[in-house]
């Protein structure tokens, strides 16, 4: 091995997400909201926290891996150095915060756009054969993130031990946009209807107005509150929305009591996502056996299914004493819908499972490092994390083709894309980026570049 050759580069696959950011005017937007009077770096501060949120999607876990950039120099200019992001984060106080979320907003405006004027429109979430045409499906989940110490600043005891943050998350699973991060210090809870709430009206301001009509709502059983429900079941107060929520509700003995009340006739057989019937799987609404008054006040309409199935062996630790002496699960939710089946009621809000998976990429792109013990930095740094995720779902629906490649995880795309080595030459007044002829997806990568290219983006 040697090396000695000066042509070569790293992470050529993160130039079509560069190209993307510029050409649909992210990174412009950005460096608009840190802009500061009387004020003019050396680096367009817009364009280093763009490049930022690419080293986090090529797996940077800290500031300073942004450095490997370097590599790319004499396609993207001069890199800046480790202390110049940093004051880069720092000068992002909570005024330069909310104008990154804004241009992250127009951002996002555009490219939903752009999917919306595609032949084959845009992405309507489908659940067991059935499509959910014009329903902007948002799912909020909180997550904890550990900390080695405590010498970070607001981080606390969290729910589920340990020390660290408990931050808040909102995407929309129509497109896998992560539409907002709330970042909470470590003592938060899940259930907090306040925080909730704030983050369901910062996602729901996220996404263009056309969407915001009909939602479905879905968290899980943990995060569930009066007022959150309440504050949905009115469409966050504006007159002419029509939402639904979905969430889990506990089971408790009188929730059981309630589903041995249930008569058998009633029961019916839940089906799977594609809408096949499952063996040894039951659903039934038992909301006329339960006492919904303190409920049903200010969230008329609301139901409780409950779902009976085998006790899987990996839930047995949290089964209740009666499921594990029937071996049998029961899982209840709370809907709000007045029409739909049961079984595919449930299965609409058994795909809320999705937003783990979001989650998970969350904290593959960034999500799980704070960086700093100063909560400034880290906050700024959670906001970019935030819009290299809406970037990424971008890219994904508008330079990868439909299949396996658009919905691969963030890993296999760093494996099979963004760290693709390439070699420059220059001939004929350009520069050419050489990519390995005998890699398999370096025609999907090529295609994403001139996909990219020609998208029609209005100036």
């Not at 990174?27 to 770096?41: E, F, K, L, Q, V």
């Not at 752009?114 to 045409?133: D, M, Q």
């Not at 110490?149 to 408990?166: L, M």
């Not at 594609?274 to 039934?284: I, N, Q």
Request: contains cysteine; glycine residues 8%; hydrophobic residues 40%.
């Amino acid at each position: 091995m040697i090396g000695d050759d000066e042509r070569c580069v790293a992470l050529a696959g993160l130039l079509p997400m560069r190209l993307l950011a510029e050409r649909a005017g992210l990174t412009a937007g950005i460096s608009a909201a840190m802009r500061r009077p009387d004020y003019h770096p050396d680096y367009d501060r817009g364009q280093v926290l763009v490049d930022l949120g690419l080293v986090q999607l090529a797996g940077g876990q800290a500031i300073s891996d942004f450095q490997a950039l370097a590599h790319l120099e004499k396609l993207i200019g001069p890199v800046p150095s480790t202390p110049t992001v940093w004051r880069s984060l720092d000068e992002a106080d909570a005024v330069q915060v909310t104008r990154i979320h804004q241009a992250t907003r127009r951002f996002r405006r555009l490219w939903w756009a752009i999917l919306k004027s595609r032949p084959e429109g845009f992405p309507w979430l489908s659940v067991a054969g059935r499509e959910l045409t014009g329903i902007t499906v948002i799912d909020l989940d909180a997550s904890v993130v550990q900390v080695a110490s405590d010498q970070k600043e607001n981080a606390k005891p969290t729910y589920k031990g340990g020390v660290g943050f408990v931050p808040n998350l909102a995407t929309c699973d129509n497109v896998d946009d992560l539409l907002m991060i709330d970042p909470r210090p470590g003592n938060a809870t899940s259930n907090d209807a306040a925080d909730n709430i704030a983050v369901l009206t910062a996602a729901i301001a996220a996404i263009p107005g056309s969407y915001r009509r009909r939602v479905l709502v879905r968290l899980d059983g943990a995060g569930f509150s009066h007022k959150l429900l309440e504050h949905i079941a009115t469409g966050g107060g504006v007159h002419g929305r029509s939402w639904e929520f979905s969430v889990g509700w506990a089971c408790t003995d009188r929730e059981i009591d309630a589903i041995d009340a249930t008569p058998k006739a009633v029961w019916q057989n839940a089906t799977d996502q594609d809408g096949a019937p499952l063996d040894d799987t039951w659903v039934a609404d038992i909301t006329g056996l339960l006492d919904l008054s303190e409920w049903t006040e200010k969230t008329p309409g609301l139901r409780i299914i409950a779902r009976d199935e085998p006790l899987h062996p990996k839930y047995t630790a949290r089964a209740s004493d009666r499921e594990k002496a029937r071996g049998r699960r029961y899982q209840l939710i709370a809907v709000n819908a007045r029409t739909g089946q049961l079984a595919w009621l449930d299965a609409r809000h058994r795909s809320h499972v999705h937003v783990e998976d979001d989650v998970k990429q969350a904290k593959a792109i960034g999500l799980n490092r704070w960086p700093s013990r100063h909560w400034k930095v880290n906050v700024a740094w959670i906001t970019v994390v935030a819009m290299a995720a809406s970037l990424l779902a971008a890219f994904r629906h508008l330079g990868l083709p439909d299949g396996d490649l658009r919905k691969a995880s963030i890993k296999s795309l760093r494996f099979r894309l963004f760290e693709v080595p390439g070699r420059i030459t220059y001939g004929q007044r350009k520069t050419w980026l050489h990519l390995p002829a005998d890699w398999p997806w370096t025609p999907d990568l090529t295609a994403s570049w001139q996909t990219i290219k020609t998208l029609p983006i209005p100036i």
